[in-house]
T-cell receptor, first 110, second 115 residues
C-alpha cells in the first residue's frame, strides 16, 4: 500500500473550515484514500473515503486531485469537538491492513 | 462504535502473566483485526483474520497470539506479558471484498499496563 505524508499539526478557528492535506504520490490505480480521526485515546473513527471523485458526507468533504497524488479533507465548520488526530490512509479495496502514520493533530481554537 | 466491544477496557498486570483481550462485534463482518498504539504514534497491526479459519500475522505479531472463536469474536493473548507491551490495543472489523470497501470500524480500546 502507498505511503502518505501529512503535516504534524494544524490549528483552525472555531466555525471556520479546516482543510487537512495529505500527499500520496505513489498511490496506485486500485487504491482508495481513507480518512479517520482519533479523539484523545478513543478508537479511530471513520470519516470518509474516495477513489477518484470528490466525496461528501455529513461529516466532511474529500477532494482528490486529478492525478490522485494528493487529497484534502475539509471540515466545513470546525467545532471544538473536531479537535483530534486525523489520519490519511491509502489502501487497496482488498487490502489486509491499514497503515496508520502519526497523522495530523488538528486543534480547533475558540 | 458500540457495534464493536472490547473487554477489559483497562488492565494492569505483572511481567510474565498471561493476558487475554477480547473483542466482539455485532456488525456481521467477516474480517477482524488487532492493533496496538504506543503513545504519540499511529496504530500498528498485530494480527488479522478474514474468517474463522483464516488467521494472519501483521507487522508486530511476536509475543502475541490470537483466536477466532466465531465470526463475532476475536481474542488477543499475550502469553507472557512484558513491560514494552504496555500500550493501547484496538480491535477493528470490516466487510469482505464484494460487500463494500475495506472501511474498518474500531472498538473503544483496551489500555494495558504491564509492570
Amino acid at each position: 500500500d502507498a505511503k502518505t505524508t501529512q503535516p504534524t499539526s494544524m490549528d483552525c478557528a472555531e466555525g471556520r473550515a479546516a482543510n487537512l492535506p495529505c500527499n500520496h504520490s505513489t498511490i496506485s490505480g486500485n487504491e482508495y484514500v481513507y480518512w479517520y480521526r482519533q479523539i484523545h485515546s478513543q478508537g479511530p473513527q471513520y470519516i470518509i473515503h474516495g477513489l477518484k471523485n470528490n466525496e461528501t458526507n455529513e461529516m466532511a468533504s474529500l477532494i482528490i486531485t486529478e492525478d490522485r497524488k494528493s487529497s484534502t479533507l475539509i471540515l466545513p465548520h470546525a467545532t471544538l469537538r473536531d479537535t483530534a488526530v486525523y489520519y490519511c490512509i491509502v489502501s487497496s479495496r482488498y487490502g489486509q491492513n491499514f497503515v496508520f502514520g502519526p497523522g495530523t493533530r488538528l486543534s480547533v481554537l475558540p | 462504535d458500540a457495534d464493536v466491544t472490547q473487554t477489559p477496557r483497562n488492565r494492569i498486570t505483572k511481567t510474565g502473566k498471561r493476558i487475554m483481550l477480547e473483542c466482539s462485534q455485532t456488525k456481521g463482518h467477516d474480517r477482524m483485526y488487532w492493533y496496538r498504539q504506543d503513545p504519540g504514534l499511529g496504530l500498528r497491526l498485530i494480527y488479522y483474520s478474514f474468517d474463522v479459519k483464516d488467521i494472519n500475522k501483521g507487522e508486530i505479531s511476536d509475543g502475541y497470539s490470537v483466536s477466532r472463536q466465531a465470526q463475532a469474536k476475536f481474542s488477543l493473548s499475550l502469553e507472557s506479558a512484558i513491560p514494552n507491551q504496555t500500550a493501547l490495543y484496538f480491535c477493528a472489523t470490516s466487510d469482505s471484498p464484494g460487500q463494500g470497501t475495506d472501511t474498518q470500524y474500531f472498538g473503544p480500546g483496551t489500555r494495558l499496563t504491564v509492570l
